[in-house]
T-cell receptor, first 115, second 115 residues
Framework: AQSVAQPEDQVNVAEGNPLTVKCTYS??????LFWYVQYPNRGLQFLLK??????LVKGSYGFEAEFNKSQTSFHLKKPSALVSDSALYFC?????????????FGTGTRLQVFP | KAGVTQTPRYLIKTRGQQVTLSCSPI?????VSWYQQTPGQGLQFLFE???????NKGNFPGRFSGRQFSNSRSEMNVSTLELGDSALYLC??????????????FGQGTRLTVV
């Protein structure tokens, strides 16, 4: 079965420090990978995606993610965390060529950035 | 450019009633997907519509249904509401270019509470 794992329910980091939110996937073929962020009582906001090409992709608000095919991972990173980055982060995959835009989501990781 | 609009934002219903939620996608987007978000189950895919046709369906009972109109607006309906249907229902629209490489844009969601 196709699945996405976010092994950490919560990540705590001090403001100014680098942050990493982990994501691994189990999907056949070459999936498309996405990161979304959700603030309280809001929908999901798109951060970045990996489709093909360079394994390091850059996205909104200074976030980037590294795709590693051999480890089937797509970890979200930021060099210097801000308190305002505190939110719920979701990793998602889409299997191309299945004639669908359906996304399979991980369970989410709550990022807490402390001043 | 207007984003994805979901109405209403909040809804309180009684067990056994039915409810209809509405979603207006971004102009030009032809694919609309619905997701249920709960603390215990995370983000679960409900169904996807493209050109007024359901082209993918998640593992939900038949009480959950949807449709899409010619202007791409979509509605989802839940009949015979149960307490467990209390959730944030999110609608997402995509350009649906056939390649699967475009990101989905989410509305702010409808918070349904069943009492």
């Amino acid at each position: 079965a196709q699945s996405v794992a976010q092994p950490e329910d919560q990540v705590n980091v001090a403001e100014g420090n680098p942050l990493t939110v982990k994501c691994t996937y189990s999907v056949s073929g070459n999936p498309y990978l996405f990161w979304y962020v959700q603030y309280p009582n809001r929908g999901l906001q798109f951060l970045l995606k990996y489709i093909t090409g360079d394994n390091l992709v850059k996205g909104s608000y200074g976030f980037e993610a590294e795709f590693n095919k051999s480890q089937t991972s797509f970890h979200l990173k930021k060099p210097s965390a801000l308190v305002s980055d505190s939110a719920l982060y979701f990793c998602a995959v889409r299997v191309p060529f299945y004639n669908t835009d359906k996304l399979i989501f991980g369970t989410g990781t709550r990022l807490q950035v402390f001043p | 450019k207007a984003g994805v609009t979901q109405t209403p934002r909040y809804l309180i219903k009684t067990r056994g009633q039915q409810v209809t939620l509405s979603c207006s996608p971004i102009s030009g987007h032809r694919s609309v997907s619905w997701y249920q978000q709960t603390p215990g189950q995370g983000l679960q895919f409900l169904f996807e519509y493209f050109s007024e046709t359901q082209r993918n369906k998640g593992n939900f009972p038949g009480r959950f249904s949807g449709r899409q109109f010619s202007n791409s607006r979509s509605e989802m309906n839940v009949s015979t509401l149960e307490l467990g249907d209390s959730a944030l229902y999110l609608c997402a629209s995509s350009l649906a270019n056939g390649q699967g490489d475009t990101e989905a844009f989410f509305g702010q969601g409808t918070r349904l509470t069943v009492v």
